[in-house]
């Protein structure tokens, strides 16, 4: 009988205290959603940025 009180407290009661802690996942804490113009501009600018940087990095060595 204390083994089984002992496995329900490892097995159920340990974590639920653990994830009892986490904060609440509601509707305030997700990310906006982008739509496909944003998305496509945040991937131009990415593209840009890497760009520059790889070129930058090819006149140095050269």
Not at 49 to 61: I, V
Request: aromatic share 10%; proline share 6%.
């Amino acid at each position: 009988m204390r083994i089984l009180l002992l496995l329900l407290l490892v097995l159920f009661l340990a974590p639920s205290a653990v994830f009892s802690q986490l904060p609440d996942e509601g509707p305030g804490r997700r990310q906006p959603a982008n739509n496909q113009q944003q998305a496509l501009n945040l991937l131009e600018g990415f593209a840009e940025s890497s760009w520059g940087e790889s070129y930058a990095n090819l006149r140095e060595k050269f």
